[in-house]
DNA sequence: CTGTTCAGCCGTGGATCTACCGGTAGATTG
DNA sequence: CAATCTACCGGTAGATCCACGGCTGAACAG
C-alpha cells in the first residue's frame, strides 16, 4: 500500500501526464534513466494501479460538443441502480461525483446545443431536483498530481 | 470548422480515448485500415485539434491524495489574475470550471487530509466565498465522447 | 571482515512499430 | 476524356519495444 515514490518516479508521472505518447527511450531521456531501466519503472507504476491508463484528450468543441454545464442533482431516494443506468447508456454525462451536501450527484455534462441539454436534464429530473450552470470556459482540460501531496 | 468526422474516425477516437498507447498498427487492426492509413488518419485528428494530446491517468489515491472535493467559488470581483495565478501555483486545484449563476468557478481539488484540504480551502476564500462537498466516489476517472452529439 | 542476497541499473539483439515513399481505385472537375 | 484529388494500400529503412543476462552497490548475517 505505502508504495513509496521516489523523485524519479514523480518526474516519470509527471512527463507522461503532459505526453502520454512520449516513447520509452525518450521518458528515460527526459527522467536521466537508460531505456530499460525506464521500462521497468513505468511497467511497475502500470501494475501497481498508480497509473491507471493512457487517453487521448478530445476537443469537445471541435468534434461538436458546444455546450458543457455542471449539473448537480439532489436526489432524495436510494435507489442509485437506475441512476447507474443512465449513466452507462448517455455518454454525454463525462464525469459524476457522488458528494457530500445537499445536492448528493455533481456531473459533467456535454451537449451539442441548448435543446440537447435540455432533454438530457429532463432525463435527470426524473430522479430529484437538478440545477444547472452552464461552463464558459475551463482553465485546463484536465491536471494531475505533479508532486506528493503537501504534509500537515 | 466543419470537420467532418466519419464513421472510422469516431471509431479511432473511440479506441484511442480508451487505450491512448495503443500501437498505430494495432489501432488500424481495430478499424480495419492499414497501418499507414491509420497513421494518416491520426495526424489528421491531431493537427486538427480534434485530438489535443495524450495523457496519462494516475490514481490520486495511491499517491496520496486521499481527499477529493469539489468547491465553488462566489467571486465578487472581477479581477482575475491573482486567481489565475493561484491556480498556476496551486497543482492540487485539479480543475477550474467558470459558470454562470451565483458561483462563479467551480473547482475540483485533491488534497492530502483534510488538514491539506482545509489549507487550500483558507487560500481561496482570500478571493470570495466557498461552498465545499466532498466526494465519496466516481463513476469513472474521465470519459469522452463516443460519437456525434444528438441532432435536436 | 567476508560472503550472500537483492534491488536497481545497463547493454544487447530479435521482434515490432513508425515514418515515408510510390502506386492504385474511385470521385470530381474542366 | 484527361487532369486532379482523396483515401487507401504495400514495401522499406530506421527507430522503438521487450525480454534477457550481467553489473554494481547497499543491507545484512555470520
Known sequence: MTETLD????A???EVQRDGRVPLTELGRRVNLSA??????VKRLESAGIISGYRADVDL???GYAV???VRLKY????HEPLRKLLADRFEILECLRTTGDDCYTLKVAAGSMAHLEQLVNELTEFGSTTTNLV??????YRG???PPAEL
Chains 1, 2 share one sequence.
Open 36 to 41: 530499460s531501466a525506464t521500462t521497468e519503472r
Open 145 to 147: 498530481p505533479q508532486g
Open 7 to 10: 523523485p524519479t518516479d514523480w
Open 68 to 70: 458543457l454545464a455542471v
Open 76 to 79: 432524495p431516494g436510494n435507489k
Open 12 to 14: 516519470i508521472l509527471v
Open 61 to 63: 468543441t471541435r468534434v
Open 136 to 141: 464558459y470556459s475551463q482553465t485546463q482540460p
